[in-house]
């Protein structure tokens, strides 16, 4: 379930307060999961143009 909140597809259930430190586990992991995504694909992008 990590990996999937990892990458942004969050596990929520309905009866789930987003109050709830899973939620909030879940919102954090997706939120890094992003920036380390964002930063691989600006590090091959500038790597396979040359810049």
């Given amino acids: ?3 999937v909140c990892f990458h942004g597809r969050g596990i929520l ?3 789930m307060p987003l109050g709830d430190a899973f939620a909030r586990l ?3 992991e997706a ?3 992003l920036l380390i ?3 691989c694909i600006a590090t091959f ?3 396979f143009l040359g810049k």
């Fill in 1 to 3: 379930m990590s990996v």
């Fill in 13 to 15: 259930l309905q009866n």
């Fill in 26 to 28: 879940a919102a954090i």
């Fill in 31 to 33: 939120v890094l999961g």
């Fill in 37 to 39: 995504e964002a930063s």
């Fill in 45 to 47: 992008t500038q790597r």
